[in-house]
């Protein structure tokens, strides 16, 4: 597998940003209280998984009044109770697990004549006041728009909230399922999200229901008790919480992990690639997909099985059989279909084998039919006679009915090789238990069920509501196969950020009818590289294609290269993973979380940020079909930027009108941006990331820039109790020098690298006068690429190597430019795009033979990135020249365009005339696809110089 510095600079990167929260003490209800001292945190701990939540609230958080209850758990949320008996609720919800914050400062006032209660709450550091709530307990007491009242202050204005306020500002969450989905025509709404621009959100708790128990740390295994769901008590109650964070969206969703659970980080290989596709399958035929993998160089990790693994309707109807639960016949499926998979066993080991993960499709809703093979145990275990042949309905929300789904029908086929599930549940919204979802119900008895099992849990369904983002993966559902459904998918996913629901994986290339054009698949697959999760997937349909090998080129090539990119960046996905799960702010989120005073961060809908080192605004929408440019609007903030595939700079906060060739994803980055990567695997894992590779993009003399390389085993749950490492990363540039600096390690996880090498890359610069590592000079590698240091003069990239050290060691990189070249950067703005345009007029033109060929002085200047491979030292003369060279190839190019129909009449005559020519062809077509040639050359050649 080989993935070229060209190929990765004109697919695209990103960067970026930061976070924020808080804490302490109240008073008696009958008097006022002065402020006192909180304690701030901006990382609040909070219970990792491994230990038990708290529901309780301390009493000191807590302000009783009548029916009424108010718990302060931070200075900007508060939990707001009534109930018509005065009886509260402690249990956790299916959403709110842990209540037992430290302390916020606030203080509890009255009214003169006691008629009202008024409570502040403060921040510190500057101590400032944040809410005042204020309530009237008249009548019974319950919450009105006359009776209950929040201020806040958003943006330096007063804002009062009332219970009947509606807030049409909510920036929104997500919905269960894209199923159908046209575009941003969603079938199902998409419910409100804990962020607005209002400066205020809130959650209705009151008909939720609760669990018996918040102790998720099955401390003994599965043997542990699972909490399990129960009704709220009967009688009137209100239970709402008041998200009160103004536009501080970062601080509200950190705040909201501390109560509702952190979002788990996935194992490592969740963040490769994954093959799906709905088809019957042999393990015939996937074994030689397996094969078309590897001989293609695209790398792969999971293997989704659609329903085809089980048996099927058709061998259902031939034996006469029912679905007695009135659902449709062959979709819940729990027994291999042996026709296909003989051995399901062998052929699982084969899988695991070559390093592959491996999901079946479930749908659920029919329960346990007769011919099942696990039947007669489940019908005895439910106290069915299995000679009845009367099924096991389906029954989630029994204790004893999932206990038996898991240990019976699940379990067995884990152990013949199965990693996780696929819940594709499109059945009922509703179970027996009132105002449980079955979705987010199924959800939480699969991922719950991988936690007592001890692995790091992993699953993959649609969205349930609100609490769902402990449960990931999601499974966005079947949309329509239009650039209007690719288009939407950037909004939906980062807006899904908003309700803490970070990884969406949706069906790359879409999923009805199945069919698309290449250029469709290709900015989708881009998108998708770029995405929480990279599957493809499509509907049974024989004309559908998802093997990127099996498109014609450029777009084969151009797909295996996105796949191979992708791959490559997984030190930098599972870090910002990992700040995902630390932080509550997923890495794939709206621009607006860091930028949000500026409108244009709510109106460019189709950016968003990538890790906080990329921002990313895929292209959704067709190339022009002479030219073959897709023509963005691209919105910057406030900054420094640099288009990954051109090597432009952008000075923000501004829009630009940008156009990209089908190789080019447009992905910006901050100046000095750096992130990991790691050298070429076919699957996650195959081999250590070693070297390590670093790309630091170019600082401003007198700046620093820093990250951190997260690392841990990839598959346990002892990330959770500090078993990790973390590798450090420090640029700094000073005049003509950077000193980048890297380790030493910190922390340790089981198997760890003990040594490791590292490939330093510095792209869109000048070339080194030296280079030397640890104090030792490191020459220049000549034309072999081997023995020192090297440059890539398409991109403008300097690699240098690190030969393997002990990961205690600090390595120190120090590279020497010429005197004064720093401050000549601008020379060099844009040229990798320039070089990838001139390419592109070069290849056009040699389209239009034999009317035209490409002009030598094209070929000179495109040849500009390969002479300075070569011979780096002449790169001052070489940028001078390009800059000269540019402006004759657009001049050469005119003037073959001037002239080139009367030539092209010309042509078309002389080869009409031979007698021996084909009679069919079509001559017309050939001037026109010539005609189009030279256009497309001709802008290129333009846009060479933006």
Same mark, same amino acid.
């Given at each position: 597998m080989r993935i070229s510095l060209q190929q990765l600079a004109a697919i695209g990167l990103g960067l970026g940003f930061s976070l924020g929260l808080s804490a302490q003490t109240p008073a008696p209800a009958d008097q006022a209280v002065k402020p006192a001292a909180a304690a701030i945190s901006s990382r609040p701990a909070m219970p990792a998984q491994s230990e038990a939540y708290n529901p309780v609230a301390d009493p000191k958080a807590v302000v009783t009044v009548g029916n009424a209850r108010f718990t302060v758990l931070t200075p900007e949320l508060i939990r707001m109770e009534w109930a018509a008996d005065g009886k509260f609720e402690d249990h956790a919800s299916f959403v709110f697990l842990n209540r037992r914050l430290p302390v916020p400062k606030y203080e509890v006032t009255h009214s003169v004549n006691g008629s009202a209660v008024v409570i502040n709450t403060f921040l510190q550091s500057p101590l400032r006041d944040v809410l005042t709530l204020t309530y009237v307990p008249t009548g019974d007491g319950r919450f009105t728009a006359k009776n209950l009242s929040i201020k806040l202050t958003v943006d330096g204005k007063e804002v009062v909230w009332r219970p009947s306020d509606t807030d049409p500002d909510n920036l929104q969450g997500t919905t269960r399922t894209l199923d159908r989905a046209l575009g941003?025509?969603?079938?199902?709404?998409? $419910?409100?999200?804990?962020?607005?621009?209002?400066?205020?959100?809130?959650? !209705?708790?009151?008909?939720?229901?609760?669990? !018996?128990?918040? !102790?998720?740390?099955?401390?003994?295994?599965?043997?542990?008790?699972?909490?399990?769901?129960?009704?709220?008590?009967?009688?009137?109650?209100? !239970?709402?919480?008041?998200?009160?964070?103004?536009?501080? &969206?970062?601080?509200?969703?950190?705040?909201?992990?501390?109560?509702?659970?952190?979002?788990? =980080?996935?194992?490592?290989?969740?963040?490769?690639?994954?093959?799906?596709?709905?088809?019957? &399958?042999? /393990?015939?035929? =996937?074994? $030689? =997909?397996?094969?078309?993998?590897?001989?293609?160089?695209?790398?792969?990790?999971?293997?989704?099985?659609?329903?085809?693994?089980?048996?099927?309707?058709?061998?259902?109807?031939? *034996?006469?059989?029912?679905?007695?639960?009135?659902?449709?016949?062959?979709?819940?499926?729990?027994?291999?279909?042996?026709? =296909?998979?003989?051995?399901?066993?062998?052929?699982?080991?084969?899988?695991? *084998?070559?390093?592959?993960?491996?999901?079946?499709?479930?749908?659920?809703?029919?329960?346990?039919?007769?011919?099942?093979?696990? &039947?007669?145990?489940?019908?005895?275990?439910?106290?069915?006679?299995?000679?009845?042949?009367?099924?096991?309905?389906?029954?989630?929300?029994?204790?004893?009915?999932?206990?038996?789904?898991?240990?019976?029908?699940?379990?067995?086929?884990?152990?013949?090789?199965? /990693?996780?599930?696929?819940?594709?549940?499109?059945?009922?919204?509703?179970?027996?238990?009132?105002?449980?979802?079955?979705?987010?119900?199924?959800?939480?008895?699969?991922f719950t069920d991988q936690q007592r099992e001890g692995k790091r849990p992993l699953l993959f369904h649609r969205w349930g509501g609100l609490g769902n983002h402990r449960y990931q993966i999601g499974f966005s559902g079947d949309t329509i196969s239009v650039w209007d459904s690719l288009a939407f998918q950037p909004w939906f996913t980062a807006t899904a950020a908003n309700v803490g629901y970070a990884y969406w994986s949706h069906d790359i290339g879409g999923h009805m009818p199945g069919a698309v054009e290449p250029e469709l698949y290709t900015r989708w697959v881009q998108f998708g590289a770029f995405s929480p999760i990279l599957r493809t997937h499509t509907t049974k349909n024989p004309e559908t294609e998802r093997r990127i090998w099996a498109y014609p080129e450029p777009y084969s090539s151009i797909l295996r290269s996105t796949f191979q990119l992708r791959y490559a960046l997984e030190p930098y996905l599972y870090t910002e993973a990992r700040r995902t799960y630390d932080t509550g702010v997923a890495f794939f989120r709206p621009l607006y979380y860091d930028w949000p005073k500026e409108a244009a961060a709510y109106t460019s809908k189709s950016e968003y940020i990538f890790g906080d080192q990329m921002l990313v605004a895929p292209v959704t929408a067709p190339a022009d079909k002479v030219n073959s440019l897709a023509t963005e609007t691209v919105w910057l903030p406030a900054g420094e930027w640099i288009e990954w595939p051109t090597g432009k700079h952008f000075t923000g906060p501004a829009a630009f009108e940008r156009s990209f060739s089908i190789e080019q994803t447009p992905v910006y980055l901050h100046a000095g941006a750096i992130v990991p990567m790691q050298p070429p695997m076919r699957y996650t894992g195959e081999k250590p990331v070693d070297p390590l590779i670093v790309n630091v993009w170019p600082l401003a003399p007198g700046t620093v820039s820093n990250y951190s390389v997260y690392e841990d085993s990839g598959v346990s749950v002892e990330y959770q109790r500090g078993v990790f490492a973390r590798t450090p990363i420090k640029a700094t540039q000073t005049g003509d020098t950077l000193r980048v600096e890297i380790g030493p390690v910190q922390g340790s996880y089981p198997k760890m690298p003990l040594t490791r090498g590292f490939e330093l890359r510095l792209p869109a610069d000048w070339p080194p006068a030296s280079v030397a590592v640890n104090g030792v000079a490191v020459k220049h590698a000549g034309p072999t690429g081997k023995g020192g240091w090297s440059f890539e003069g398409n991109t403008l990239t300097t690699v240098i190597p690190v030969p393997s050290l002990n990961v205690a060691t600090k390595v120190t990189v120090e590279v020497q430019r010429a005197p004064g070249l720093t401050a000549r950067r601008n020379e060099l703005d844009g040229f990798a795009g320039a070089m990838t345009r001139l390419r592109g007029a070069y290849d056009a033109l040699h389209q239009t033979w034999p009317v035209s060929d490409p002009p030598d002085v094209l070929i000179d200047a495109m040849q500009t990135g390969d002479r300075l491979s070569y011979h780096p030292e002449n790169a001052q003369q070489e940028i001078k020249r390009v800059h000269d060279l540019l402006a004759k190839a657009q001049e050469a190019i005119a003037q073959i365009r001037a002239t080139f129909a009367p030539r092209m009449e010309e042509y078309a005559k002389r080869f009409l005339a031979d007698n021996w020519r084909p009679a069919a062809v079509d001559m017309e077509a050939q001037k026109q696809h010539r005609l189009d040639a030279v256009t497309r050359a001709e802008r290129l050649a333009t846009e060479a110089g933006k």
């Open positions: 941003s025509k969603t079938v199902e709404p998409i $419910e409100p999200g804990l962020v607005s621009r209002s400066g205020w959100a809130l959650v !209705d708790d009151s008909t939720r229901p609760l669990f !018996d128990s918040a !102790d998720f740390s099955f401390k003994a295994g599965e043997k542990s008790p699972l909490p399990w769901v129960v009704e709220r008590p009967a009688g009137e109650r209100q !239970d709402c919480y008041f998200f009160g964070y103004g536009h501080d &969206y970062r601080k509200a969703l950190g705040d909201y992990v501390r109560v509702a659970g952190r979002i788990p =980080l996935p194992p490592r290989f969740a963040f490769g690639a994954w093959w799906s596709r709905y088809w019957d &399958y042999s /393990d015939q035929e =996937l074994d $030689e =997909l397996v094969r078309g993998f590897h001989e293609n160089d695209v790398p792969l990790d999971v293997f989704v099985i659609d329903m085809g693994w089980h048996i099927s309707v058709d061998q259902l109807k031939a *034996a006469g059989e029912v679905d007695q639960s009135g659902e449709g016949l062959g979709w819940t499926g729990y027994t291999w279909n042996k026709l =296909l998979f003989p051995d399901p066993d062998d052929f699982l080991a084969k899988l695991h *084998a070559e390093g592959l993960k491996t999901t079946l499709n479930l749908h659920p809703a029919s329960g346990v039919q007769p011919w099942e093979a696990a &039947y007669p145990a489940m019908a005895k275990a439910m106290g069915i006679d299995p000679a009845t042949k009367k099924y096991v309905p389906f029954d989630i929300t029994d204790k004893k009915f999932a206990t038996n789904y898991m240990n019976l029908l699940h379990h067995p086929l884990e152990r013949q090789g199965i /990693d996780f599930w696929w819940l594709d549940w499109q059945q009922e919204q509703r179970t027996k238990m009132p105002g449980v979802m079955p979705t987010w119900w199924l959800s939480y008895v699969h």
